[in-house]
């Protein structure tokens, strides 16, 4: 085969390949979209509902991210007198009416049937992250009154690469894990989710609860549209090399 056709053929395959690949992220892209539209309308079902009483105990084992995630309840349960938890944040994704930096008062509740519940009480505005701040913040919730409480499962965060690790002399995480957090800090076994709360409002206001309004991000058709644009950047690339090899 001369050099020429050895250079256009290979030049060719290459031109396939990169195509072949730009055109898959693109497809992929345009899949992402239809899952995050069917989770963007699944979530918005879940926070516009009417909370249900919390099922029991036994059934908890059943809960699972993808069905039950954000999903409002309703319970009775009594903050225990035991160390609550910060978590750190800078602000938040769910909660138009925090800004951060802060902390959140994570805290076990006692269930009527004697099972444990963490509840995610609500935002401490808590710049440098002080336990005495969060203490008073969180002690005149823990009083033995059993209360109401209207919130919405959550599930536990994981760590990535770059988490920080606990400071658990501060009570202080930088994730939403309550498992770890019961294991640390003496709450018992408690249940696989935990409640971000949204009432009642304490009077101080102070941790402060809300409802909840998810915004997903939604950029897979710009990003489908970039990956297609480069495909065809590429044919058109491919196509003026092969018209000057052509002509000379």
């Known amino acids: 085969m001369p050099v020429r056709k050895r250079s256009a053929f290979g030049l060719a395959l290459i031109t396939l390949i990169m195509v072949s690949v730009l055109t898959s992220l693109g497809v992929w892209q345009l899949h992402r979209r239809d899952e995050k539209h069917a989770l963007i309308a699944a979530l918005t079902e879940r926070l516009a509902a009417a909370p249900q009483a919390l099922a029991s105990s036994s059934a908890w084992t059943t809960f699972d991210p993808a069905h039950d995630e954000f999903r409002r309840v309703t319970l009775t349960g009594t903050f225990d007198a035991k160390p609550d938890a910060m978590v750190y944040s800078s602000g938040s994704a769910v909660r138009e009416d925090v800004s951060g930096p802060g902390t959140w ?62 400071d658990t002399a501060k009570r202080l995480w930088f994730l939403r894990d309550h498992v770890a957090m019961a294991r640390a800090l003496g709450w018992g076994t408690v249940a696989p989710f935990y409640i971000d709360l949204e009432s009642p409002i304490p009077e101080s206001g102070i941790p402060k609860p809300g409802p909840l309004v998810v915004h997903l991000k939604d950029d897979h058709m710009q990003y489908a549209i970039t990956w297609f644009g480069l495909a065809l950047v590429v044919v058109v690339a491919f196509g003026f090399w092969l018209a000057s090899q052509r002509r000379s």
């Open 105 to 166: 008062a994570f805290m076990p509740a006692r269930l009527p049937d004697g099972s444990v519940v963490v509840i995610n009480a609500g935002f401490v505005q808590n710049t440098m992250q002080d336990r005495a701040q969060q203490d008073r913040a969180v002690t005149r919730l823990i009083n033995g009154t059993p209360q109401t409480l209207t919130g919405y499962i959550r599930f536990p965060e994981h760590p990535g690469w770059l988490t920080p690790h606990e």
